[in-house]
């Protein structure tokens, strides 16, 4: 692939066009989204595509970094370009180029001051658990698998003291680089379909790990190993150890990127 200079936040070329596009993967086979030096990442797959497509490189800018094996349903990012092709053609002529874990959905132009990351209003995140005795051939790898019996109720009510604004500083994972740990989460759901738990999590930015940690803590109430209060403990002490393990990655799917022009 070939090599391209870091992102500077600057007006993009004269004559360029500023593409939003929406991505969607299985990231069981990769090192997260974020280009890597040693592992092959979302982002380079894609880039690589647009380098083909295009006849030039490209650097794309994500709203997001997902971690190694976690997946997409609506990851964006944005590219300046001075092709012509429709935005609203990319999905069909890069979906040709792309491997079958890696698709493109929809694109549309934005203007030139528009930013993926930075003007993102909020994020929707689905964390789904397969509780069962034994785990899932087909499902194995977009589900973690809990054997134990779980308290639904326990933890649908406990998930409540973490709506609103707060600081969740102990719910980052160490290697966060966030200047502030305030973030505001605006729902909160728990919902049972047979063997399947589905966790979704509403807000307007989230921390590194942070929704695997409230996933990891919230099955450890559920299995009784932590107290009901152990997210309320948590806000109030900003005490990592008052919270329970972070989540497998498998688990968890970005689902959505909001920006203001966009109903929710």
Not at 95 to 111: Q, W
Not at 214 to 240: C, H, Q, V, W, Y
Request: proline share 5%; charged share 20%.
């Amino acid at each position: 692939m070939t090599n391209l200079p870091p992102i500077i936040k600057e007006a993009p070329p004269e004559g360029t066009r500023r593409i939003l596009l929406t991505v969607s993967y299985d990231g069981t086979n990769y090192a997260g989204w974020q280009l890597q030096e040693n592992a092959v990442a979302v982002q380079q797959r894609v880039e690589e595509a647009l380098e083909k497509l295009i006849h030039t490189p490209i650097r794309v800018t994500g709203a997001s970094r997902t971690d190694a094996g976690v997946h997409a349903l609506g990851q964006r990012f944005h590219f300046d370009t001075f092709s012509r092709i429709p935005a609203d053609k990319y999905a069909f002529a890069l979906n040709t180029c792309l491997p079958p874990d890696i698709r493109i959905l929809t694109g549309r132009e934005v203007s030139g001051d528009f930013h993926a990351r930075f003007d993102a209003q909020g994020k929707r995140y689905t964390y789904r658990i397969h509780n069962a005795p034994h785990a899932s051939a087909l499902y194995r790898n977009i589900t973690a698998h809990v054997p134990y019996k779980l308290d639904f109720d326990l933890m649908q009510n406990a998930l409540n003291d973490l709506l609103g604004t707060h600081d969740f500083a102990a719910f980052q994972a160490a290697g966060g680089t966030a200047k502030t740990t305030v973030r505001t989460l605006t729902d909160i759901q728990l919902s049972k379909d047979g063997d399947l738990l589905t966790l979704t999590v509403c807000g307007n930015a989230f921390l590194y790990n942070m929704v695997r940690i409230i996933t990891g803590t919230m099955l450890d109430i559920g299995m009784g190993r932590k107290p009901a209060s152990a997210f309320r403990t948590a806000l109030e002490t900003g005490n990592r150890l008052a919270l329970g393990i972070t989540a497998p990655a498998c688990g968890l799917e970005l689902t959505r990127v909001y920006y203001a022009d966009e109903v929710r």
